[in-house]
């Protein structure tokens, strides 16, 4: 999956926004103003930060090498990705929406509702 199709699929999700708080190298996706994935626009391989559940971190990073614990986040909770590295695309997708449904998840259930 190249970084374009990765954007768009984060787009895609319901009320994703795209900002750029960390500066003009780095894609920032939210939903309700909480983060659930980044995308730094000059790492080679292009690499992307996903929020995932500690025990499938665990298990992404043994089933894939180009899984590794979250560069610059908190590594029991995020997982660096090479996006165009081998990984399916309907892998990639999984951890997108799974990225997307934790933060929604913690999100207040009048939030949750809004959205």
Known sequence: MDL??????????????????????????????KIFALAPLDEVPATA??????????ELRDRYEQIRPGYHMNKKHWNTVELDSGIPDTEL?????HSYELVVKSLPKGQRKRL
Do not use: H, Q, W
């Open 4 to 33: 374009e199709i990765f954007r768009e699929y984060c787009l895609s999700k319901l009320a994703a926004i795209e900002s750029t708080p960390f500066g003009e190298d780095v894609l920032v996706f939210k939903v309700a103003g």
């Open 49 to 58: 930060n996903l929020k995932c559940d500690p025990d499938l971190a665990l």
């Open 93 to 97: 997708r999984k951890m997108i929406d």
